[in-house]
């Protein structure tokens, strides 16, 4: 198997340096380049197309968040691992939006850096225990907030409304001056939007959010 290709993002000479002779140690791992900043990062990443990239998170002019994203939109395939001395939940979070496979405090030993590099090149992801712990929280607090109301249309509302009245495709059509695959077309974008099976179900998280003025009938389906 070849190597994998490296490239090391951080402002710090000496760190940089470090991680090279490191890496360089291996037979499995191959430094392509260095880099002192986010700007430098993309350049070098267009040049030598690495694998995997080790980028630190605060650096001069663009930062690591920045360039993560940057070098994505140039290299698509790389695999990006924040390697930083940040524990700052919008600096992990931040990354993680942006693209980055990986995140690790720079206290990591040795061994441990080494076996994240392959298991990002194998596709996995790798985070700090302490930093997956913060990042589950945080799932599980936006999935536990309310939602936000449905962006429905005014004609996809006034479909909706005259189908938890009762009405057929047929009536909404005649009523609304549309054609039958017109409202259908509305009725199947609402459920879609409210992530409703049906038009009963549709109508009742309308009238939850405050698109209904009144609440579907009982056993309207």
Do not use: C
């Not at 524990?87 to 980055?100: C, H, P, Q, S, V």
């Not at 030993?109 to 700090?128: F, M, P, T």
């Not at 038009?199 to 009938?217: D, S, Y």
């Amino acid at each position: 198997m070849p190597p994998i290709r490296v490239l090391v993002v951080d402002d710090h000479r000496l760190f940089r340096e470090g991680l090279r002779r490191i890496l360089a140690s291996h037979d499995d791992m191959e430094v392509v380049g260095l880099a002192a900043d986010g700007q430098e990062a993309v350049e070098q990443a267009r040049l030598h197309r690495p694998d995997v990239i080790l980028m630190d998170v605060k650096m001069p002019g663009t930062d690591g968040v920045a360039a993560t994203r940057a070098v994505r939109e140039v290299v698509p395939d790389v695999r990006v691992v924040m390697l930083t001395v940040s524990e700052r939940d919008e600096d992990l979070f931040g990354a993680i939006k942006a693209g980055a496979r990986g995140y690790l405090l720079k206290s990591v030993h040795e061994e441990q850096l080494l076996e994240a590099i392959r298991q990002v090149h194998r596709g996995e992801a790798v985070l700090s225990p302490q930093l997956a712990a913060r990042l589950l929280q945080e799932m599980v607090r936006k999935d536990a907030a309310p939602q936000e109301p449905s962006a429905l249309t005014e004609r996809e509302v006034e479909v909706l409304r005259l189908a938890s009245e009762g009405l057929t495709n047929r009536e909404i059509a005649e009523r609304l001056h549309l054609s039958v695959h017109t409202v259908k077309t509305h009725l199947r974008h609402a459920l879609d939007k409210l992530h409703a099976r049906n038009r009963a179900e549709a109508a009742t998280k309308a009238w939850r959010q405050g698109h209904l003025t009144a609440p579907p009938p009982q056993g309207q389906k």
